[in-house]
């Protein structure tokens, strides 16, 4: 049982490249979650998925799309990465009760 | 609309000092509120969590919080700070609750943990 699980730990793109970060959950939860991480900003919910096949924006969605294909994975797609988006990148899964968030290792993306 | 604010983005003690992290919360109904600790380029893992039980919260590492409605604080504390809880805290609260709970968290901006020998 790994919980949340994300894929690549580390990222470097150029300016214009695309890219996209996984995320898979083994907990059967419906809930999936993309948040970001900026320096004296605390975490930025990106996108969410209340259950497989939907998705909403958050706070901060612009520059990227997400996919819900199943139940388990929910990935994050940058098609035109900026250096506005150098961030760390984690991935949650709340549970039923939604009393505690489980999140994934996170990934470092740095946008050159 | 819920949000919460850290009073300082830095603290720094010395070992064996307690600690003390301060958060204020705004929420038109009672909230969960969770505090998350990183350590240097690590994830997030979860110190404890209110969740309108006991106001008083006790989590991992020795650390407790007190949820108070009248002040609209939920502060960190710590007897006695050790090297190892140099770190990153974020004061969390949730977004809705009961049915209306989405299970997004709204963060506050952080506050970095400096402990000296």
């Known amino acids: 049982n790994a919980g949340v699980t994300q894929t690549p730990k580390f990222q470097v793109l150029k300016t214009g490249q695309s890219m996209t970060l996984q995320c898979a959950q083994d907990?059967?939860?419906?809930?999936m979650y993309w948040y970001r991480q900026d320096p004296g900003m605390g975490l930025r919910l990106i996108y969410y998925?209340?259950?497989?096949?939907?998705?909403d924006k958050g706070e901060v969605p612009n520059g990227y799309n997400v996919s819900r294909l199943n139940k388990r994975e929910f990935s994050l797609r940058l098609e035109s990465a900026a250096p506005s988006q150098t961030s760390v990148y984690f991935c949650?899964?709340?549970?039923?009760?939604?009393?505690?968030?489980?999140f994934g290792p996170g990934t470092r993306l740095t946008v050159l | 609309a819920q949000s919460v604010t850290q009073l300082d983005s830095h603290v720094s003690v010395s070992e064996g000092t307690p600690v003390l992290l301060r958060c204020n919360y705004s929420?038109?109904?009672?909230?969960?509120l969770f505090w998350y600790v990183q350590h240097p380029n690590k994830g997030l893992q979860l110190l404890l969590k209110y969740t309108s039980a006991a106001t008083l919260v006790k989590g991992i590492n020795g650390f407790e919080a007190e949820f108070k409605k009248s002040e609209t604080s939920f502060h960190l504390t710590k007897p006695s700070a050790h090297m190892s809880d140099a770190a990153e805290y974020f004061c969390?609260?949730?977004?809705?609750?009961?049915?209306?709970?989405?299970?997004?968290?709204?963060f506050g901006q952080g506050t970095t943990l400096q402990v000296k020998p």
């Open positions: 949650a899964s709340p549970g039923r009760s939604y009393n505690e968030q489980f």
């Open positions: 969390v609260v949730s977004d809705g609750v009961g049915s209306s709970n989405t299970g997004k968290l709204i």
């Open positions: 907990m059967n939860h419906n809930s």
């Open positions: 998925s209340a259950s497989e096949g939907t998705t």
């Open positions: 929420s038109s109904y009672s909230p969960s």
